[in-house]
């Protein structure tokens, strides 16, 4: 699928600022499923270029700093993405995690077991990765992890403002309810729990039900590895597999490891901060 | 399947701002201090050959000289005569004025002193070597023993500088600095150096083109080190608009100002990362309309203008790229005055 992505975020604060230094990790990624056309970046105001540097987990981070007093702060991206038609995709191989199977070796990806800032590795969550696959037994690895995003896809609310952007999992678990950021965590908790080595992916979908009033933001969803294969996408948002209506920015353990962006500034407080999102397919006759 | 093998990650290119800013004004010093040395012996030889000759344009050239430099007040407040002997002191040894040759080697040596560890051994040396030649020497002694010689070591050792600039240090961003700081003090020297006709009084009628206006000429170009670019140009005798037109549009001279803006421009693009078609600095904005200028414009044009205001303005447009360039690579003006220095956390947006 060919998609153009539009992402544009305004903070206004409620007075002059200045020595902004601002972190962004925004640029589409370029791997097997995907690949990244066109990527445009542009800060107002902005002085000089904005550089780049690839972080611990591949991701392409750009970084500027806005030195002189203003008052608003606008980071647009523009990026065209073409997705890995579905149909070539290659079907995920069964990785037997039954009662007689061996543990897959997973000393590299040791970060996607451990506990980080987001997931926890709560008591609360070891529960119900219990309750899960009784009911469920485990079959093999991507059956299992699958099983447990629909459970969060089954059990949880999707209710915007319930929860912040610095809502834990553990928190999110307590209210059931949430956005697909505490929904990503809350399945990372699970599988983590169950020794399922499994990452945190930022990124957007094109949502071709969309109603006209229906907000888009940035989106979030997991990425578990089946070894020997890689890394696939199940969004438990929406209890689906990662397919050709998503890309993909950046990945890491939990939100903290890919904040779109992030930054410090010295002065006023943000008194409005906007963003909006637009995803859209180009066809041969409207690009 | 994405690979997992280590990725061997080239050498961080990272400078620091004040590394950079001690490589620029290293540059810059040391290619001031070459100009006004060859500046000053050329002008002695002219006047030498001169001497006796009662002209009014003759008598001013040292005023001339000190005005396109830039330091006609400073003078004027420590000298009563501009002649041979007090331009020479103030111009080469008077640690009072910040441009004098004196200054600039002290200066250069001293930032260079600052990125000791970034510049070759032989670099450091031979900056080193001339500073102390001219702390040991006093401006009497050297005018006793013959400032030609003087004036010749200052010379020399800015070319080997750039030499071993050029042989030893490593092509990287702190070299882009280097080169960015010369060709940006390169193309204000040729503008005062073809400024100092200006400041000469206006011959009489007859006189233009005669052997006077001519010799000084050959005194403008020979300042740049173009005499014999220029005779290649064009071979026949030395036409004040064609040694004009020489010095500022030829694209294939090092000195001329087309060829200095033309090098500056290229060096920003890749200071100031600016890939675009379009300027997204200030500095790279005023410095490609300052190259498309040079590029376009011819010497019937900048006659009608004035060759002086037109100098003027390239003088501007240079010293506002430098200051930009060092605002948004270096150092940004910090308002101190005000008392809010809370650092906060830029807001964070949660993902839907």
């Not at chain 2, 009072?96 to 070759?120: F, G, H, T």
């Amino acid at each position: 699928m060919l998609l153009r992505v539009v992402h544009r975020t305004t903070f206004v604060y409620s007075g002059p600022v200045r020595d902004s230094f601002n972190e962004v990790r925004l640029r589409p990624v370029d791997d097997d499923r995907q690949r990244c056309n066109r990527f445009d970046l542009r800060v107002t105001p902005l002085r000089a270029e904005p550089r780049d540097y690839e972080d611990y987990y591949g991701n392409r981070v750009y970084y500027f700093d806005v030195p002189e007093s203003h008052e608003e702060l606008v980071i647009e991206t523009d990026s065209e993405v073409q997705t890995l038609a579905n149909l070539d995709r290659p079907s995920i191989p069964l990785i037997p995690t039954g009662p007689n199977a061996k543990p897959p070796a997973l000393e590299l990806h040791a970060e996607y077991l451990a506990e980080s800032h987001y997931v926890p590795l709560a008591f609360e969550l070891w529960r119900e990765v219990q309750d899960v696959f009784a009911a469920t037994p485990r079959s093999d690895l991507w059956s299992d992890a699958v099983a447990l995003g629909n459970h969060v896809y089954k059990t949880f609310a999707y209710r915007p403002n319930t929860t912040g952007v610095n809502t834990i999992a553990t928190d999110a678990l307590k209210q059931r309810m949430g956005v697909c950021q505490d929904f990503a965590h809350v399945m990372l908790g699970l599988c983590r729990q169950a020794g399922i080595a499994a990452r945190y992916v930022s990124g957007y979908f094109f949502n071709d039900l969309r109603r006209p009033d229906e907000i888009e933001a940035s989106h979030a969803w997991v990425e578990v590895l089946i070894p020997e294969f890689g890394w696939v996408g199940y969004d438990p948002t929406h209890a689906r597999i990662a397919d050709e209506r998503y890309v993909k920015i950046a990945a890491g353990r939990d939100y903290s490891d890919i904040r779109p962006i992030s930054g410090t500034y010295r002065g006023a407080p943000t008194r409005d901060l906007r963003v909006e999102v637009s995803v859209r397919e180009i066809t041969p006759a409207t690009s | 399947m994405p690979s997992v093998a280590p990725m061997f990650r080239p050498q961080s290119t990272v400078m620091l701002s004040r590394v950079a800013h001690s490589l620029y004004w290293m540059s810059r010093y040391i290619e001031r201090a070459e100009n006004i040395a060859r500046l000053l012996e050329v002008n002695l030889q002219f006047l030498l050959d001169f001497q006796g000759i009662d002209d009014d344009s003759v008598k001013d050239h040292w005023g001339s000289i000190i005005a396109s430099s830039g330091g006609g007040e400073l003078f004027a407040q420590h000298y009563d005569v501009a002649d041979s002997r007090s331009a020479t002191s103030f111009l080469a040894f008077d640690l009072r004025n910040p441009s004098s040759i004196l200054s600039c080697v002290y200066a250069a040596r001293e930032n260079a002193r600052m990125v000791r560890d970034q510049i070759s051994l032989e670099m450091w040396e031979t900056i080193n070597e001339l500073y102390l030649f001219l702390k040991a020497r006093n401006a009497a002694v050297v005018w006793a023993a013959g400032a030609n010689e003087f004036f010749e070591r200052i010379k020399q050792h800015s070319h080997l500088f750039q030499g071993l600039t050029d042989s030893t240090f490593s092509r990287s961003e702190g070299w882009e600095f280097i080169q960015f700081g010369k060709f940006l003090e390169r193309a204000d020297k040729t503008t005062r150096i073809l400024d100092v006709k200006y400041h000469i009084l206006l011959p009489n009628a007859d006189d233009v083109g005669g052997a006077l206006d001519t010799a000084q000429w050959q005194a403008v170009l020979r300042s740049a080190s173009a005499l014999e670019a220029y005779r290649r140009f064009y071979v026949r005798e030395i036409l004040s608009w064609k040694a004009a037109e020489f010095l500022i549009f030829s694209d294939t001279f090092p000195r001329s100002l087309h060829y200095c803006v033309a090098q500056v421009n290229d060096l920003l693009r890749r200071i100031l990362g600016e890939t675009g078609a379009r300027p997204r600095s200030e500095a790279a904005r005023i410095s490609r309309r300052l190259f498309a200028d040079l590029e376009s414009r011819s010497i019937p044009d900048v006659l009608k203008q004035g060759l002086h205001e037109f100098l003027m303005e390239v003088q501007n447009a240079l010293d506002r790229i430098g200051d930009e360039v060092v605002q948004t690579t270096m150092f940004y003006p910090v308002d101190t005055a005000s008392d809010d220095h809370q650092q906060l956390q830029q807001q964070q947006q949660q993902q839907q």
